[in-house]
């Protein structure tokens, strides 16, 4: 069992720290936005005001999963020196703050042209957990997913809306060999950073729990979940929600590193409270 | 009539593959599934085939350009003969009709309502507006500020045509950037919408989609060049950007080991200034845009923004199957700079009467070096094919100010 899967099964029995709700919280911020040492502070926050797992941002420049917010947050990371190592180092300071799990999430590029091997190890001995790769769809990730499995990391598969329910039973088949510690449903069609209508999260959820009962993993919900009030919703089937543009947008507004980290834990907090 | 051969799976050697996100794998899917289906058939083909004839013009003539051989080697020591296909005689200006139009009449089949595009240059932008104006489909193009403002003329005609151009502001502004948006409006739309992508990358099928449809320049060309010759080319020349019109060219000759096979790169201000497209010559092998092959990009696996004179070529990726030729060494890449384009474009205009896109005028600044090559291989003058992909009135802005 790793790091995501124990506290995944704790949230589950409202034992994880940071409060008694049994929804998982997953967070997302850019690394190196505003700056390294922001990060850092940034993510521990999280954490502190009830993440149960962080996901670390790797910057990259042609983000086409992304929206306007997560795209912006990764040019200003890249123009101060964000990319693959500064990210790493960001996950190696937070693990040395707290234990919450972290994945590192990106595109694959990057990660591809340091070569998957020296990855693994640079990943395995900052502290990361898992990797989450947009671009890389399952067909794609195998062996990723076998370098990553002999260090005990995991690779987050995604599931779409417009998954056919061939694609979730190849992600089910590939969570008995490899570690799965949750699946990643994509709420809607389209980029990160919108306003996910209430029927649309809802459904979501239902679907994301569907995707649980074939794959026996837990499903988060990820994708336009902007508010409380909408990460409820996403969460009343699912397992938990993922929540990025929000608290990009967040850091993006903050003036100061103060303002920031307070803004940060104010929405953490009230995620937290409404799963 | 000849059998479609299946699809495959989207590999060429160790390149290609499907790098997108989950949302699109079940459209990547369809499309595979729908080009197996309805490419096959008779109907579809003689369709595409009317069209082509009827429509674009095709078959296109292939011209011998004696003045412009004689330009290049005067005492006829190393060039032979030189032919020009004449893909600047297509209806729009340019090679990209053949693809847009066999794309939009299978995304009809298919049942999409809805057309996207991203373009460069504007000829894409400009052939997937005149298909979806004739299969009263509407469009939305996707094109960099930078490229809207270099190729004015093209922006005009797509308007005219009664597609929305869609200024793209991120990143370098250009054909990179165009992509990322198109590919963000796809994941959006994607139950209704076909992206009508005008390269030979992205992921699986769209290589090899469009290879088939440009595949009709090379196989022309090569029935003309026994009818006229009596035998096949030495050498096959053409410019790659993402490498359409090469692939297209390259398809109708790569069986035939005797013919070599060269893709000029644009190399913009030279390729040590670091200000270059010249992604085979001096890129390294990455994922970019849904497949993986080489790409300009930096030693953190950043994309870098090319740099070319021409829109249509300033691309950081290729396709997928020239990296799999330039490592087999099937075929051979070269580069031609910014300044090298500009004077083979006015060398083509004053010896043949033809004004060239900037892109083609890429492959023409390389004729005279691969004629010394091939013909010191050969021990004789060498007898060569250029694909003339696009005329030059697009370009006219710029050869305006940086010729006369």
Known sequence: MGRIDDVLAKRAKGEAPGGAGTKALVTYLCCGDPDEAGSVDLAVACAEAGADVLELGMPFSDPTADG?????????????GGGLDATLRVARAVRARCSTPIVLFGYYNPLFVRGEEKLVALAADAGVDAFLVVDLPIDESMSLRTLAAARGLAVIPLVAPTSRPDRITKIAEVAKSFPVPFVYYVSMMGVTGGAGATDVLAEAGKQAARVREVTSRPTVVGFGIDSARAAKVAAADADGVVVGSAIVRRIEEGTSPEARASAVRAIVKELRDAL | MQQTPPLGAGWYGGYGGRYVSETLIHALDELTEAVGRLMATAQFDAELKSLLANYVGRPTPLTEAKRLARAIDPEGKTLARLFLKREDLCHTGAHKINNALGQVLLATKMGKTRIIAETGAGQHGVATATACALFGLPCEVYMGEEDVRRQAPNVGRMKLLGAKVIPVQSGSRTLKDAMNEALRDWVTNVGTTHYCIGSAAGPHPYPELVARFQSVIGDETRAQMLQRTGKLPDAAVACVGGGSNAIGMFRGFVADSAVKLYGIE?????????????????????????SKSYVLCDEHGQIQEAHSISAGLDYPGVGPEHSFLKDSLRASYVSATDDEALAAAAMVARTEGILP?????????????????????LERPATLVVCLSGRGDKDLETLLERLL
């Open chain 1, 68 to 80: 306007p917010a997560i795209a912006r947050a990764s040019q200003r990371a890249l123009r101060n």
């Open chain 2, 266 to 290: 644009a190399a913009g201000h030279g390729v040590a200034s670091g200000k270059h497209a010249a992604t085979l010559t001096a890129g390294r092998v990455g994922v970019l845009h849904g």
């Open chain 2, 357 to 377: 896109a900037l892109e083609t005028s890429h492959a023409f600044a390389k004729v005279g070096s691969i004629a010394v090559e091939v013909a010191a291989q």
